[in-house]
């Protein structure tokens, strides 16, 4: 049962992502699986919001939806007051390369390619002369503490440092909307909590941050957290989030 706090769906002008009645069904032969069954919320500029739930639960199919990765087969998505349930894929490019800085599980960053390289790669489809794009970048990078491994390429990075090139990517165009799908997935628990400091930072600046997690310990760092079970959003809590390196707010 969602509590109180769940009332707030939908309403306020100050919804960054707005999100209704969202249905998502695979089909195989004669076979249907509702992923996501009429699945309705609003995330308010600023939050930053933990997507929980078991194998199965709709979790990664919402983030999936969020991210513009996926089209939904009912209901209507909200991003920045664009409905983009019915965008083509060009314009799904667009969006993504725009508002959302993504942030995965296994930092998903290209082998060739140095870690100023790789930050870059935003800029490079957006369009960015290379001067810029090679500033904006290693202003990202001294962001996440990576000011003196701009060269290095990943194989010559720790996880946690890969992640933080990562999260440099994601912030490299100013995007107002940060997706981390399991982003400490690989990670020990110290590198954990220093990525989850960074993502906590970035909050407090400004930035939106939605984030998947299966850790209770992760998802304690958010101030609100939606929990998935069977495709349906079961709870919808607001808390105090922790703070990097240890207690709460």
Do not use: W
């Not at 996501?36 to 709709?58: C, W």
């Not at 349906?232 to 207690?247: I, M, N, T």
């Amino acid at each position: 049962m969602m509590n109180a706090s769940s009332s707030e769906t939908l309403s306020g002008s100050g919804a960054l992502i707005e999100v209704r009645d969202l249905v998502k069904t695979y089909r195989s032969g004669d076979s249907e699986l509702r992923a996501l069954d009429g699945v309705s919320f609003s995330i308010q500029r600023g939050e930053f919001v933990a997507i929980m739930g078991p194998s199965g639960s709709g979790k990664s199919t919402t983030m999936n939806m969020l991210g513009c990765l996926d089209s939904p087969t009912g209901g209507v998505y909200i991003l920045d007051g664009r409905d983009v349930s019915k965008l083509s894929d060009n314009e799904l490019a667009r969006v993504r390369n725009v508002k959302l800085g993504f942030i995965f599980q296994g930092f998903n960053l290209l082998p060739r390619l140095n870690a100023l390289e790789n930050v870059a790669l935003p800029l490079v489809y957006a369009g960015v002369d290379s001067q810029k794009r090679a500033a904006q970048a290693a202003k990202a990078l001294e962001r996440v503490g990576l000011a003196s491994r701009v060269r290095h390429r990943p194989n010559q990075l720790s996880g946690g440092q890969q992640q933080r090139v990562a999260i440099a990517r994601a912030l490299v165009g100013e995007a107002p909307l940060i997706l981390a799908d399991e982003p400490t997935g690989n990670l020990d628990t110290k590198t954990s909590e220093e990525i989850m400091g960074i993502l906590s930072e970035l909050n407090a600046e400004g930035k939106t941050v939605v984030l998947v997690t299966h850790e209770p310990d992760i998802a304690a760092y958010a101030s609100r957290v939606l929990r998935f079970k069977d495709g349906k959003l079961v709870e919808d809590v607001r808390q105090a989030p922790r703070r990097a390196g240890g207690g709460d707010v």
